[in-house]
C-alpha cells in the first residue's frame, strides 16, 4: 500500500500570505500508463471534499489560480499564492496510480 | 449539470446490513470511473471500494468480502451493499465520479452517515 504523509498538519497562515503543503508518497506514482494520478482535495468545514489540482498540476475548472500543484515521482507540492478566508479547511492529496487508493493524513490550514 | 446524491445512511447494529445509493445526474455512471470513500468522524479520508466503467470492482481491505460496489445503468445509480457491519464502519460514506478529467475525482456527493451500534 502506497503511503502518503503531509506536511505540516497544520497551518497557520496570515491572510495574503502565502501556504504551502508537502504530499511525500511510500512508492513512485507513475501509473502502467505514465500518467501520475496524484490528486489535491479541499474539504471546508461541514462540506464534502472539492478537487483543486489533479494530476499533479492541472486545475480543475473553476478553482483559482492561486492554487498551484508540482512535483515528480514521490515528491509533491501544493502552494496557494496568496490565502484568501474562503481556504480555511483541511486539504488533502490522493493518489489512484495504484490500489488501494490512498489519501494523505490531511492538513488543516487556518488564519492566524 | 453534474450531481451525485447519496442516500440509505442510518443508525443500525453491528451485524446489520445496509444498502447505500448515490443516484447520478448531468453524467452517465457506467462511463466513469466512480469511488466510494468514507470518513470516520472527526477523521480522514479512507477509499471503500471502486468500479470501472468495464464493470471491474476493487475494494479496501478493511471492507472486502463484506461489501459490494455495483451501479444501475437504468437508473444511472451506484450502490454500495454493506454486510455484517463492525462499529469500525461508523463513517460519512461519500461517492465520487471521474467525471470530466479522466485524472482526478472531480465530482463528489454529499455524503450519508452511517452509525454501527450494539
Known amino acids: 500500500e502506497i503511503v502518503l504523509t503531509q506536511t505540516p498538519l497544520s497551518s497557520p497562515v496570515t491572510l495574503g500570505q502565502p501556504a504551502s503543503i508537502s504530499c511525500r508518497s511510500s512508492?513512485?506514482?507513475?501509473?502502467?500508463?505514465?500518467?501520475?494520478?496524484l490528486s489535491w482535495l479541499q474539504q471546508r468545514p461541514g462540506q464534502p471534499p472539492r478537487l483543486l489540482i489533479y494530476k499533479i498540476s492541472s486545475r480543475f475548472s473553476g478553482v483559482p489560480d492561486r492554487f498551484t500543484g508540482s512535483g515528480a515521482g514521490t515528491d509533491f507540492t501544493l502552494k496557494i499564492t496568496r490565502v484568501e478566508a474562503e481556504d480555511v479547511g483541511v486539504y488533502y492529496c490522493m493518489q489512484f496510480s495504484q490500489i488501494p487508493y490512498t489519501f494523505g493524513q490531511g492538513t488543516k490550514l487556518e488564519i492566524k | 449539470e453534474v450531481q451525485l446524491v447519496e442516500s440509505g445512511g442510518g443508525s443500525i447494529q453491528i451485524g446489520e446490513s445496509l444498502r447505500l445509493s448515490c443516484a447520478a445526474s448531468g453524467f452517465t455512471v457506467s462511463d466513469k470511473y466512480m469511488i466510494w470513500v468514507r470518513q470516520a468522524p472527526g477523521k480522514g479520508l479512507e477509499w471503500v471500494s471502486v468500479?470501472?466503467?468495464?464493470?471491474?470492482?476493487l475494494y479496501a481491505d478493511s471492507v472486502r468480502g463484506r461489501f459490494t460496489i455495483s451501479r444501475d445503468n437504468s437508473k444511472n445509480t451506484l450502490f454500495l451493499e454493506m454486510n455484517r457491519l463492525r462499529a469500525e464502519d461508523t463513517a460519512v460514506y461519500l461517492c465520487?465520479?471521474?467525471?470530466?478529467?479522466?485524472?482526478?475525482?472531480?465530482?463528489w456527493g454529499q455524503g450519508t452517515l452511517v452509525t454501527v451500534s450494539s
Open positions: 465520487a465520479g471521474s467525471v470530466e478529467t479522466r485524472g482526478g475525482f472531480d465530482y
Open positions: 468500479i470501472y466503467g468495464g464493470g471491474i470492482t
Open positions: 512508492q513512485s506514482l507513475v501509473g502502467s500508463d505514465g500518467n501520475t494520478y
